[in-house]
């Protein structure tokens, strides 16, 4: 006989104790040591074994479960080639290995055949007496799961065989087709659609477009995109830009350590509201520019304005650099109005960057909005849901498209209203649209500014969760607020990096910096820096007649300028002089009515060409009699 046998295998085929099978076996030379945890297994040849026990093994081997557990396992003794990485397995095949090892570990170590052995640990389970090891490892020794747990000889040595196969008990994986399929680059490209497509739109155009080489069935594509494709990858053509990043990796930043004005975030936002225009009344909508100190998310006031300007982003880096001082690092997005305009960065040596002392940067990848998640949060969490109580709200995502429809209508209706003179029919316009849009409407430029400032003082007097928590004057924790944060560095000893010595010469350098200036001429005790609008100080002015001065002016603000001459020196401050026939108005608001003429002239020029370009002539009857008429005169 070629066979091998073990100790185990003979006990079981003899149904001898296993001491004494092992003490008669002590002059015979193993064939084959199988390694194995604790000690080597001995393999025997059967044609060296006992002669009684040749005659057993033959005898046996006509039982058919013997010949198929205890035969087949001796065909092969030795390592198999292909062996299992325990690495490689999921849990769940580790726990199975583990349980089996067990089970098999304690077979061999019982003092008595295999079927008493297995007999045993079938009622002690069933009775639950079993240890907490061995009940563990027969409730996952099965890969399966099985309503009834009971083991068998046959299982047992099925174990044994593939263990002696694979070299681990671990139950084998079924992997899955991971071969690249003709249908694959085409479901993939179908599905990288900005328009974004249903699955079953999919499986129809692969079928016509295809024929026999698409999936088979589409569950066939379902299990495709659910199991065999990367989750992220089909998001690359239905998203891009913030979209895409949405679903990716971001990296999370921290302020702590930071002290005011070392670093400051800025960002516009165009108002999810429309308000009265602060010349014509229309409802339009604002822009308005925040900047925001990251060591305490302390937001300063507003930089205001109809478009995205320079003198709007000016004014807000203004009001935070009359608050915080001098920041080091000012972070924008990349909009070219601070980018590619020379007045902030560009001019080496007359650009804003340059004279204040500041370094502005921009996110290294254009469109990434979560570098400045800062003010992005700002406007999505909170201007836009204090937009809310207004009724001319209109963000398309949430205010319902028809009432806002019917109070844009009505808003128009108060607006003519209020050009004819005719304020009952304004106010009753203006009550109407708050009924409508149930929120407020705003009756001036000045009260949509005001309720803005009053959004930027409640910001930072609410609590703050990336602030340090704090106990409250109830006794219970919350996050500071950044009015609190800002007042501890300064309690700490923070201060400010003016620009100047003292206060009064950092208000100075402010104005010298971000105002514009104008070389003009006095003339009758007054100043015309721009628009036509007068400026007189009747105290001081009047010894300056015929003489040039420079005139220092903030764009948003018309009521006064300050006179200064040509080395800096002030002297003095003039006041609007109302006895002009124009419109009080600043600088900003002169630039716009600029633009607007020229578009009208634009627009102008293109009807005349319209005009050009009609071959026909246009008659004009000024009146034709009828039938009637004619009659009428007999």
Not at 219 to 243: H, I, M, N, T, Y
Not at 278 to 290: I, L
Request: net charge positive; with cysteine; proline share 5%.
């Amino acid at each position: 006989m070629d066979n091998l046998v073990n100790v185990k295998q003979i006990v079981a085929a003899t149904g001898i104790k296993k001491q004494a099978v092992t003490k008669r076996l002590k002059g015979i030379t193993p064939a084959n040591l199988e390694p194995h945890p604790g000690h080597p297994i001995r393999w025997y040849n059967s044609d060296d074994l006992p002669a009684d026990y040749q005659s057993t093994l033959k005898n046996k081997m006509r039982d058919a479960e013997l010949e198929a557990a205890v035969f087949p396992v001796a065909a092969a003794p030795a390592l198999p080639a292909v062996q299992v990485q325990r690495d490689e397995l999921c849990k769940a095949q580790r726990d199975c290995a583990t349980a089996r090892g067990r089970i098999a570990d304690f077979v061999r170590d019982y003092d008595g055949s295999v079927e008493k052995a297995i007999g045993l640990l079938n009622e002690k389970y069933a009775a639950g007496r079993l240890s907490n090891a061995l009940r563990w490892a027969f409730e996952h020794a099965w890969d399966k799961p099985r309503k009834k747990l009971k083991l068998n000889k046959k299982t047992y040595y099925n174990w044994l065989a593939y263990k002696a196969k694979r070299g681990s008990y671990a139950p084998h994986k079924v992997q899955p087709d991971m071969s690249i399929k003709p249908w694959h680059a085409l479901a993939v490209e179908l599905s990288n659609r900005p328009q974004g497509s249903s699955k079953r739109w999919i499986y129809n155009e692969l079928v016509k477009q295809l024929g026999d080489q698409s999936p088979t069935s589409y569950d066939v594509l379902c299990v495709f995109f659910r199991e065999k494709f990367s989750q992220l990858d089909p998001l690359k053509g239905r998203w891009s830009g913030s979209a895409l990043r949405s679903h990716k990796f971001y990296q999370k930043r921290t302020s702590e350590g930071l002290l005011p004005a070392e670093e400051v975030h800025a960002d516009g936002w165009n108002t999810h509201f429309t308000a009265p225009h602060p010349v014509t009344g229309e409802f339009v909508t604002y822009e308005v520019w925040h900047f925001h100190d990251a060591a305490t998310r302390y937001v300063t006031p507003y930089g205001l304005g109809l478009t995205e300007k320079f003198e709007v982003i000016a004014k807000g880096l203004e009001n935070y650099i009359r608050v915080f001082g001098v920041p080091l690092i000012v972070m924008t997005d990349s909009t070219k109005i601070v980018r590619g305009s020379a007045r902030f960065t560009k001019d080496p040596v007359r650009s804003i960057e340059e004279r204040v002392g500041c370094t502005i940067t921009h996110p290294k990848e254009v469109g990434n909005s979560q570098a400045n998640g800062i003010c992005e949060n700002y406007n999505t969490s909170w201007l836009d849901k204090c937009s809310r109580e207004l009724a001319t709200y209109q963000s398309p995502d949430q205010m319902d498209e028809l009432t806002y429809k019917r109070v844009k209508k009505i808003t128009a209706e108060m607006v003519k209203a209020a050009n004819k003179g005719d304020l009952i029919e304004r106010d009753k316009k203006k009550r109407e649209a708050e009924r409508m849009g149930k929120g407020r409407v705003f009756g001036s430029h000045a009260e949509a500014v005001e309720w803005l400032n009053a959004t930027q003082t409640r910001y930072n007097n609410r609590p703050h969760r990336s602030l340090p928590k704090v106990r409250g004057e109830d006794g219970k924790l919350r996050h500071q607020t950044p009015a609190e944060a800002l007042a501890e560095h300064i309690a700490n000893g923070w201060e400010p990096a003016l620009m100047g010595e003292t206060r009064e010469n950092h208000e100075a350098w402010l104005v010298d910096v971000f105002h514009p200036r104008t070389l003009v001429k006095v003339y009758r005790e007054a100043v015309t820096p721009y628009g036509g609008m007068r400026y007189r100080n009747p105290d001081v002015l009047g010894h300056w007649n015929g003489k040039e001065v420079v005139v220092v002016y903030d764009v948003h603000d018309w009521q006064s300028v300050r006179v200064e001459e040509r080395d800096g020196t002030l002297i003095c401050v003039a006041q609007f002089a109302a006895d002009t026939p124009y419109r009080a108005k600043t600088a900003y608001e002169d630039a716009e009515d600029k633009r607007a003429r020229a578009q009208i002239r634009h627009k102008e020029k293109g009807i005349e060409k319209i005009r050009a370009r009609n071959p026909g002539a246009v008659v004009e009857i000024e009146h034709v009699q009828t039938i009637t008429d004619f009659l009428d005169l007999f």
